[in-house]
């Protein structure tokens, strides 16, 4: 990968107990990664850092991503 990536490795995530599963390939190992949710007008004021983030799961196999507002 880059300079400055990280090499993330795919683990099982579980929701409310159940196990999550990619609804695209159906495979059960994902990446996480912590994304910030811009909005227009904290962008137009330089106020990003305002912003909520979304917590990501990456399918390593087909890598859709699946979104959630709080931290599994």
């Known amino acids: 990968m ?8 795919a683990e099982q995530v579980f929701v409310k107990g159940k196990k ?14 912590k994304t910030q949710l ?8 330089d106020l990003d850092w305002a912003n909520k983030s979304a917590h990501c799961y990456v399918c390593e196999k087909c890598t859709k991503i699946q979104w959630f507002l709080n931290k599994l």
């Open 2 to 9: 880059g300079l400055f990536s990280k090499d993330k490795i």
């Open 20 to 33: 999550l599963t990619c609804n695209t390939c159906s495979h059960d190992k994902f990446t996480y990664r």
């Open 38 to 45: 811009n909005t227009a007008l904290a962008s137009f004021f």
